[in-house]
């Protein structure tokens, strides 16, 4: 009887296993590899067509071996701009490669054609080689990928164009034809190239741009119903970059005047156009050393450490600012609210966070709370906190992520319910707490509770 379980759902397991059908044929791939960040950005546009007769409602995007830990972003869209589901899922016979199912938004007919474009942004692909480089070397990096667009239908055309930001080629990989022409590197056209076909290629160059990495960030965003939203980010960087060997000189920094230098001054960070009261600190106090500019729909915040940052080096501050509740709190029933923000917020641009925990503290008083993300993160279990007047707790709700980047800054949504009678708590607990330590005072001042022994009188006889 147990055997037969287990031949069953081995059964059931094999024929819930996509498979590859082979009538799906990429007619023409266009793909372009942007590495002049420390990010990876792959864009392909794919002209697929169905040469059977059956229709087809999805296709299998494949992703190369080895890149499973650095994906941080994919989507695929069709010619609308209309954003396509993705699924992830195993396939049959090529169970150690990863697969994306993409549903088509329409059955793709039997001699039809159609265009997607598919994004993927990976990090952690470029390694600086070498890893170590004194104050004045450049910083090299390498690129490891493949000449062919890796796919598990046959290719009749493509072709790769590499962008690497630097004319400071040191070597690339050369599979002809490939031309280079300043800082762009393009392969192919190739032809007919067969399913799951990978070249090897290596690119290494130079790239001085800013290999920052916020190994964490921890924020909080606290509700009021008075007007304002309180946010606050605490925020560890590491420079992912070449380390630094040897010893750092401040007066050989100061005479390098050059802007392409691999380490990292300032960056700038983008608060919403309605912020204020922001602080900068760290562990020793405020940092004066930034610089706020007023734009027309955004506030612009220049960040410089207290120190230059090199590879291997650390840094850490707490940023923080407040703003209107009404351009994020929506009332939308006699005691229902919708809470709409940003779940991640830009840091620096082309950012990576590796583990980003997020918290959102409701007023006293709130239930039914329903949340809303704009993709799938962990949530943590839910806690209370205590402010000041507080009788009950304020619920926390806390989310984690890790591995995003600018794609992920989008916005989530938190519906609950809560009497709009609680919006007169805190002012009345403070009333009656007041009203208290006065009546006491005055009970202390009128009534004299000191120690002292009576004079006693002496009367004279005569």
């Known amino acids: 009887m147990f055997n037969l379980l287990i031949l069953c759902a081995l059964f059931i397991n094999a024929y819930s296993l996509e498979t590859v059908n082979k009538q799906i044929v990429n007619k023409n791939i266009e793909r372009s590899i942007d590495l002049s960040s420390q990010l990876v950005k792959i ?176 924020r909080l965003i606290e509700i009021s119903h008075w007007g304002s939203i309180a946010i606050e980010e605490n925020i560890d960087i590491l420079h992912s970059g070449a380390k630094l060997k040897g010893p750092f000189s401040r007066y050989d920094y100061q005479r390098d005047v050059g802007s392409s230098h691999h380490s990292v001054k300032s960056y700038k960070t983008v608060l919403p156009a309605a912020a204020h009261s922001i602080y900068y600190r760290d562990s020793n106090g405020n940092i004066s050393t930034s610089q706020v500019r007023v734009r027309k729909d955004w506030i612009e915040l220049e960040l410089r450490p207290r120190f230059p940052l090199f590879g291997g080096w650390r840094t850490s501050y707490t940023l923080g600012y407040s703003v209107p509740s009404y351009q994020y709190l929506f009332k939308t029933d006699k005691n229902q609210y919708l809470l709409h923000m940003r779940l991640l917020d830009h840091i620096f641009d082309d950012m990576q966070v590796d583990l980003l925990e997020t918290k959102i503290v409701l007023p006293v008083g709130v239930s039914n709370v329903q949340l809303t993300t704009p993709y799938e993160v962990e949530r943590l279990p839910d806690s209370l906190t205590y402010k000041y007047l507080d009788k009950k707790g304020r619920l926390v709700i806390s989310l984690r992520k890790t591995n995003l980047v600018e794609h992920h800054i989008q916005d989530f949504e938190v519906v609950y319910e809560w009497p709009s009678s609680l919006l007169f708590h805190e002012p009345i607990s403070l009333t009656f707490a007041l009203y208290v330590l006065f009546l006491v005072i005055i009970i202390y001042v009128r009534l004299d509770f000191s120690l002292h022994e009576a004079k006693s009188e002496h009367v004279k006889t005569q």
């Open 43 to 218: 864009s392909a546009t794919l002209t697929v067509e169905n040469t059977g007769k059956e229709s087809a409602s999805n296709i299998l995007i494949l992703l190369e071996p080895k890149t499973k830990s650095n994906v941080s972003y994919i989507s695929v869209k069709n010619s609308l701009k209309e954003e396509l589901k993705l699924t992830e899922v195993e396939v049959q016979d090529h169970k150690s490669k990863q697969f994306y199912k993409v549903e088509l938004s329409q059955s793709l007919q039997g001699g039809r054609t159609i265009v997607l474009t598919l994004e993927i942004v990976l990090t952690k692909s470029l390694i600086p080689y070498p890893s170590s480089i004194s104050q004045k070397d450049r910083q090299l990096v390498r690129y490891f990928g493949s000449h062919y667009f890796y796919s598990p239908y046959n290719t009749l055309k493509q072709k790769t164009t590499v962008n690497l930001g630097s004319r400071n080629i040191e070597s690339y990989t050369k599979l002809k034809p490939v031309s280079q022409l300043e800082s762009t590197i393009v392969y192919g056209q190739y032809a007919n190239v067969q399913p799951f076909s990978i070249d090897p290629m290596v690119i290494h160059y130079e790239n001085n741009s800013p290999f920052l990495t916020v190994t964490s960030l921890k």
